[in-house]
C-alpha cells in the first residue's frame, strides 16, 4: 500500500486546512485509516482516524475542531482542520492500520505516508 498525503501549508491561527491522503496498491483490507502528527522534537502521536463504516475517533487535543471522513470509492481519507492552532503545528502523516482494531497508537499501523508540514502562526 501506497500513501499520497497532500493538503498541508502555512496558516494564521482560526483558520482552515484540509488534509487528504490517497491510498494505492494493495487497498482491498477495510481497515481504519487516519492521521497522526509529530512536533519537532516529540513523538509521533495520534491525530483522528476513521473506519471503513465511517465511525471516528479523535484525540482530546482536536476533538471539536478536526473531522476526518473517508471515500472508500476512492481509498482516500480527509482531515478537516478548523480552528488551528499554533500548537497543532507539526508534520502529519497519513496512516492504515494493520489489522481490524482501532489505531489509536503508532504501532497499530501497518502504513505510513509521507508525511505533509502543517504550520500555524499566531
Known amino acids: 500500500v501506497q500513501l499520497q498525503a497532500s493538503g498541508g501549508g502555512q496558516v494564521q491561527a482560526g483558520d482552515s486546512l484540509r488534509l487528504s491522503c490517497a491510498a494505492s496498491?494493495?487497498?482491498?483490507?477495510?481497515?481504519?485509516m487516519g492521521w497522526f502528527r509529530q512536533a519537532p522534537g516529540k513523538e509521533r502521536d495520534f491525530v483522528a482516524a476513521v473506519s471503513w463504516s465511517s465511525t471516528t475517533y479523535y484525540a482530546d487535543s482536536v476533538r471539536g475542531r478536526f473531522t476526518i471522513s473517508r471515500d472508500n470509492t476512492k481509498n482516500t481519507v480527509y482531515l478537516q482542520m478548523n480552528s488551528l492552532k499554533p500548537e497543532d503545528t507539526a508534520v502529519y502523516y497519513c496512516?492504515?492500520?494493520?489489522?481490524?482494531?482501532?489505531?489509536?497508537?503508532?504501532?497499530?499501523?501497518?502504513?505510513w505516508g509521507q508525511g505533509t508540514q502543517v504550520t500555524v502562526s499566531s
Open positions: 496498491g494493495r487497498t482491498y483490507k477495510p481497515y481504519d
Open positions: 496512516a492504515v492500520a494493520s489489522a481490524y482494531g482501532r489505531m489509536r497508537v503508532a504501532t497499530a499501523v501497518g502504513y
